[in-house]
């Protein structure tokens, strides 16, 4: 669903109540936890460090449920309180081209271990690209944090086939951005204990 103008409360209660019975528009859901490639899609895995120790692991988890890792100003969630829970639907909310594009999407799984904590979101058929996103932090045995981003997707609406190449760019400028949030909450850290 594309709008000239920010989509109220109201209208993204409307379009979620609408999406919330559908099914993902894939098949291959949960595949993002998988280690190969998925056939037929666009396939990225990128890992970001973010620091060591557990000060830095307990701020990227909290950074994942609070939704920071989300750009700001051109892409975010909505509602913004979305709780990290399999089954929950939300909007992915683009500003591009002078227009608000609503993307649905649904919590595929949840991921909660002592050194692994994140989810991933998968299309529902109100969605501009079909397919699914990890987003995830590790703290591995060397004491070193990590951001995962891990998708496959490709286009669903034929404006955004129209503009692969575009869409392609969108996506890696995403990551990077993400990545930056992400350091940005663990920069935050370091400053408050200046």
Request: glycine share 8%; aromatic share 12%; proline share 6%.
């Amino acid at each position: 669903m594309q709008s000239l103008q920010k989509p109220s409360p109201e209208i993204i209660a409307q379009f979620l109540t609408h999406q919330q019975p559908l099914d993902f528009s894939y098949p291959e859901i949960g595949f993002t936890e998988k280690n190969e490639p998925v056939r037929g899609y666009d396939n990225d895995h990128n890992r970001v460090l973010l620091g060591q120790g557990p000060e830095v692991w307990e701020a990227a988890c909290e950074a994942i449920r609070t939704w920071k890792m989300f750009p700001g100003g051109w892409a975010r969630i909505e509602p913004g309180g979305t709780p990290i829970r399999q089954g929950e639907t939300l909007a992915m909310i683009v500003r591009l081209f002078g227009l608000h594009w609503l993307n649905a999407c649904r919590i595929v799984y949840t991921i909660d271990e002592e050194r692994r904590f994140g989810f991933a979101y998968g299309t529902l058929p109100a969605h501009i690209e079909c397919g699914e996103e990890r987003f995830s932090v590790v703290w591995l045995d060397d004491d070193t944090v990590w951001y995962d981003l891990k998708a496959f997707s490709h286009p669903r609406l034929w404006l955004v086939k129209m503009g692969y190449p575009v869409a392609r760019r969108l996506q890696r400028r995403f990551v990077r951005e993400s990545q930056a949030a992400m350091k940005n909450e663990i920069l935050k850290l370091d400053i408050r204990k200046l």
